[in-house]
């Protein structure tokens, strides 16, 4: 056992050295990329500074621009508003009194049709009736007298006798 120990302290020796060799390829492969990390952000730095401070300038003078399109935009809408709300009470208005005109003239007509059949009714009872009472007296007075005469019954195209109460339709 006591060989073995020298032959510890060799391995060991040997594997402290791979290790110490690990950590400075480690420590140049991390420079390399450090350098090549900050060439990167130079570059990035110098394309990306002029456009940040560019659209940072296009803020600054467009923020009152777009301040006063959002109170125009607002007014606008105001506006606009108050013309619909007018424009829907106009409309309302309209459509009231059209209501209105159409009931009146559902009425007119009502009246209009009642007066006419009252008056056909009136006509029927004043001159129609009393025709026809007359006519029909007439009828019976030339019937007696044709009767009394002695005369006959007038006849038809046809020849044949028409009775008296058919001529008048």
Do not use: C, W
Not at 5 to 16: D, M, N, S
Not at 111 to 122: A, I, K, P, Y
Not at 136 to 154: D, M, P
């Amino acid at each position: 056992m006591e060989n073995l120990v020298p032959l510890f302290i060799i391995v060991t020796a040997i594997a402290v050295v791979i290790q110490a060799g690990i950590l400075v390829a480690l420590f140049i492969a991390v420079r390399q990329t450090s350098g090549r990390v900050e060439a990167l952000a130079s570059e990035v730095k110098t394309k990306a500074v002029p456009t940040i401070e560019t659209a940072q300038a296009m803020l600054v003078e467009l923020r009152p621009r777009v301040t006063e399109i959002v109170a125009n935009v607002e007014y606008s809408s105001r506006i606009a508003r108050a013309q619909i709300e007018r424009v829907d009470a106009t409309v309302s208005d309209a459509v009231d009194r059209t209501r209105l005109q159409v009931i009146r003239a559902d009425e007119l007509i009502n009246r209009t049709l009642d007066r006419v059949e009252e008056t056909s009714e009136m006509v029927h009872r004043t001159v129609v009736s009393p025709i026809r009472q007359l006519q029909g007296f007439v009828q019976g007075l030339s019937a007696g007298l044709e009767f009394f005469l002695g005369r006959k019954r007038r006849r038809g195209r046809d020849g044949m006798g028409v009775p008296q109460d058919e001529l008048f339709i």
